[in-house]
């Protein structure tokens, strides 16, 4: 018989279909594997709506069959089956799509009915194209006494004849192609391997995919076995069920045991430990969609570096998508793992692809404010759960509420913890103003590298003996943190170690004022010594009993150069730094001794071990710590 030709420029179509469509060439088995779910579903949709299709839908299946000898590989399904008209109109018409046909028929014929069908493009079957250089379809339609063969070797055409089969369905047999430099095509007549692309792709398809696969069993104990016999086990082949079915999202919760939950956690997203927290939620409207989500109990050791990829399993109708769609979390929330399910994505013509639309967009913010709501019950019904859980990733919070200017902060703010000075443990930024007194005039905070250290500094001492609470910051990104937060119902963050931290009286300020002029000798000695290591010497305002500290002048803060400090390129970012001096201690007395009687050695001895002094103080390094170390020691000489 002759040769039929594609219609619709059918060599430049296909041609397309194969090299430029699908991005990788495995995904022919998900498209094949699909149309054959469409089949079954368009014969089990005519036995529940036709009386005289006597169908018994627990015997819809689809085999997959791989022949290492014939170099074939059969995808077959007992669905509905295609007509001599219909192979024509389906196979010969590239872009032309069966499913898409009968889903419009359908709602035409049942208004507002739920039909849904996984083919849409028409485009799928010529995946196989992809892995194999002819392909035979031999299909007999349900109710039909005929059955036809439609045979291609690619874009030169196609026949269609008729032939014989017993029962109704579809056999879609491939003969695959020999391996070429750089692609393996043997592997895709591995068992092993179509198991694999099957539980990748095509798990959650409604109805049974069954292979014939090696397994062991225990060989019968012979009638004549003595006492001492021992078992011996033999290699079989044997029917199996490779695919799950129904998905653990698609029931009810009620239904789900903990256990289930963590072992398909575990499984599907490599991880020993089971997760902290669950999140099964569903939505049914204007955007219909299933989610079962997961947050860690750690962070995966890449967790923090750019090869890290989030992102939620994307699946249609039980057929995955995408393994990693990034668009459905938010940054801040790249540690969720889990699975989103609807059929209401916007999909290209390949099923590779998430076109962004106005579905995706909702269906990420119902899943933001799910996740946010999780973890705000974690904090308040376990605080235990949620110590571990900030433990692993309140880091990622905090970025969060740094990125884009602060823009997320209102959501995030509730989800913070710092290490409180009062209850010497970690605290929500809530709690911590439930015990603010009512004098207390801003959130203080303390950056240092411990919280041991911190405790130590001698600017918080003064806040601390006023009662009032201060929140100690651990990380490099806090300072940041709490500059984005800026202040809540009016209230503002302020360092500790700031300037203006307490507010002075106009007697606190006049003192200050008296000490700083009769200072002046004394910082303008220091002053000269250090030259342009500092840029200011001055009488402190904020030490109590401390003799020296460190400040900063300008936009840059001493936590934020030793944050620079640590990124490549950072460590030219410096903080403009101020000298502060207690003009009621000790060492400041000694040092105004040794102004006012002209010993300039001891001046510069005394400038240089108070300014080292307040650098370790700062956890900023010594600029010659050999030098310094000499200046301690000469003063036991």
């Given amino acids: 018989m002759a040769k039929k030709q594609f219609k619709a420029e059918s060599k430049r179509l296909l041609d397309l279909m194969i090299n430029s469509i699908y991005t990788h060439k495995e995904i022919f088995l998900r498209e094949l594997i699909s149309n054959a779910s469409d089949a079954e579903d ?7 709506t036709d009386d005289q299709v006597p169908v018994d839908r627990s015997q819809l299946k689809i085999t997959i069959v791989p022949d290492k000898e014939k170099r074939t590989l059969t995808i077959s399904d007992n669905g509905v089956g295609m007509t001599k008209e219909e192979l024509e109109n389906n196979l010969g018409t590239i872009a032309h799509s069966g499913s898409l046909q009968f ?148 029931r009810p919760k009620a239904k789900v045991t903990d256990e289930e939950y963590n072992s398909f956690y575990k499984e599907k997203f490599m991880d020993w430990q089971d997760p902290l927290a669950v999140i099964h939620t569903s939505a049914e409207g204007a955007v219909t969609y299933k989610a079962l989500l997961y947050i860690p109990q750690k962070a995966p050791y890449d967790f923090y570096t750019r090869e890290y990829q989030k992102g939620l399993q994307l699946y249609s109708s039980g057929v995955m998508i995408m393994d990693k769609c990034a668009d459905l979390l938010p940054d801040y929330f790249r540690f969720v793992k889990g699975v989103v399910d609807s059929p209401d994505f916007s999909l290209n013509i390949s099923r590779e692809i998430l076109q962004h639309d106005r579905q995706l967009k909702v269906i990420a913010n119902a899943l933001e404010k799910k996740i946010k709501g999780e973890m705000e019950k974690m904090q308040k019904d376990d605080p235990e759960k949620y110590e571990k859980f900030w433990a692993a990733f309140g880091s990622q919070i905090k ?43 801003y959130y203080y905070y303390a950056c240092g590298e411990s919280v041991d250290k911190i405790a130590k500094l001698p600017q918080v001492e003064r806040i ?34 700031a300037e203006d931290a307490l507010p002075q009286t106009d007697e606190e300020k006049k003192e200050a004022e008296e000490k700083a002029e009769a200072g002046k000798p004394v910082l303008e000695a220091v002053k000269n010594v250090l030259g342009g290591q500092v840029k200011e010497v001055r009488i402190s305002k904020i030490l109590k009993s401390g003799a020296c500290c460190l400040s900063a002048d300008g936009p840059v803060s001493l936590e934020m150069e030793r944050y620079m400090r640590k990124l490549e390129g950072g460590e030219h970012m410096k903080a403009e730094r101020v000298l502060e001096l207690n003009a009621d201690s000790a060492p400041y007395a000694a040092l105004k001794k040794a102004v006012d009687a002209g010993d300039q050695a001891t001046v510069e001895k005394y400038s240089k071990l108070l300014y080292g002094q307040a650098l370790l103080l700062a956890d900023l390094p010594l600029e010659d710590p050999a030098g310094y170390a000499e200046l301690v020691c000469s003063l036991m000489v």
């Fill in 42 to 48: 368009k014969l089990a949709y005519k036995a529940l």
């Fill in 103 to 250: 889903k419009q028929e359908m709602d035409q014929e049942h208004k507002g009915g739920d039909i849904d069908v996984i083919g849409q493009f028409g485009v799928g079957f010529y995946s196989a194209f992809m892995v194999a250089d002819a392909v035979t379809v031999i299909s007999k339609a349900y109710g039909s006494g005929e059955a036809y063969m439609w045979q291609s070797d690619g874009a030169d055409g196609y026949t269609i004849t008729p032939c014989e089969k017993d029962a109704p369905g579809s056999d879609i047999i491939m003969h695959i192609k020999p391996n070429a430099d750089e692609e393996n095509y043997d592997q895709y007549l591995e068992t092993y391997k179509l198991q694999e692309l099957i539980k990748k792709y095509s798990d959650y398809i409604r109805y049974p995919i069954v292979m014939e696969v090696e397994d062991y069993r225990q060989k019968p104990k012979p009638e004549d076995a003595g006492d001492d016999y021992k078992p011996e086990w033999e290699t079989v082949k044997v029917w199996k069920t490779i695919n799950s079915m129904v998905p653990l999202w698609q």
């Fill in 399 to 441: 970025y969060g509420v740094v990125a884009d200017y602060g823009a997320h902060k209102d959501k995030l703010k509730d989800l913070l913890l710092f290490w409180s000075s009062k209850e010497g443990k970690n605290t929500t930024l809530a709690a911590y103003k439930d015990r603010m007194s009512e004098d207390q005039p």
């Fill in 464 to 497: 601390l003996d006023k009662g009032y609470e201060i929140l100690y910051c651990t990380e490099d990104v806090d300072d940041f943190v709490m500059q984005a937060l800026g202040e809540i119902d009016g209230k503002k963050f302020m360092s500790a170690t």
